[in-house]
């Protein structure tokens, strides 16, 4: 499995920016797809966006499409979210999580994912 560890987060005014940063250890990063997961106080934890293994793909859910933006640097072994034109709505602990390729789980399922990061709270004031 894959070690992951999330940056970036903090507390950021509506209509704002912040970039997270998910570090990844291991040699096999590039052989994983890739996610980021949102859980709100008493909420259950939420697909926000993924990236296939040579970001051929993406994936969002429709909340953050548009502002959102995945990317990853194999090279580096790291995975990003950039959020523009941040919501209160927004505001949640967002989570990494690394989906190994021999899943046959859809790319946006909790399930696909085996290994996850330990969270980064984001907060978006009004």
């Known amino acids: 499995q894959v070690q992951l560890v999330e940056s970036g987060g903090g507390l950021v005014q509506a209509g704002g920016s912040l970039r997270l940063s998910c570090a990844a250890s291991?040699?096999?990063?590039?052989?994983?797809?890739m996610g980021w997961f949102r859980q709100a106080p008493g909420k259950e934890r939420e697909f926000v966006a993924a990236?296939?293994?040579?970001?051929?793909?993406?994936y969002y859910t429709d909340s953050v499409k548009g502002r959102f933006t995945i990317s990853r640097d194999n090279a580096k072994n790291t995975v990003y979210l950039e959020m523009n034109s941040l919501k209160p709505e927004d505001t949640a602990a967002y989570y990494c999580?690394?989906?190994?390729?021999?899943?046959?789980?859809?790319?946006?399922?909790?399930?696909?994912?085996?290994?996850w990061g330990q969270g980064t709270q984001v907060t978006v004031s009004s």
């Open positions: 291991g040699r096999t990063f590039s052989s994983y797809r």
């Open positions: 999580a690394a989906s190994p390729v021999s899943s046959t789980v859809r790319i946006t399922a909790l399930n696909a994912y085996t290994s």
């Open positions: 990236i296939t293994m040579r970001s051929i793909n993406t």
